[in-house]
């Protein structure tokens, strides 16, 4: 069973950054696909960003240039470096692993919140 906690949201300006950290636990070795989504107040959840097993990493067009993923395998963590964040990015972060079988977890989410 895989487990995921996100940390490191919070309350920032605009133009500041923060890097969101996701820590699995569990059969991490069987998980292919790390990626983050977010969810605004009232809206869907959408993709933000993805990284595979090779490295390659893939990005939604409002994250391009702003967001980087990258991972520890290590550390068995996730990160997602935001910078120049804007009132718009303000959303709830999600951490998903996809995984051998096709099994998919999420973690409880983050809460990124930006404004002035």
């Known amino acids: 069973e895989e487990q995921l906690v996100e940390s490191g949201g919070g309350l920032v300006q605009p133009g500041e950054s923060l890097r969101l950290s996701c820590v699995a636990s569990?059969?991490?070795?069987?998980?292919?696909?790390m990626s983050w989504f977010r969810q605004a107040p009232g809206k869907g959840r959408e993709f933000v960003s993805l990284i595979d097993t090779a490295g390659r990493t893939r990005y939604a067009d409002f994250a391009k240039g702003r967001f980087t993923i990258s991972q520890d395998n290590a550390k068995s963590t996730l990160y997602l470096q935001m910078n120049s964040l804007k009132p718009e990015d303000t959303a709830m972060y999600y951490c998903k692993a996809l995984c051998a079988g096709s099994r998919t977890y999420w973690g409880q989410g983050t809460q990124v919140t930006v404004s002035s």
């Open positions: 569990g059969s991490t070795s069987s998980c292919h696909d």
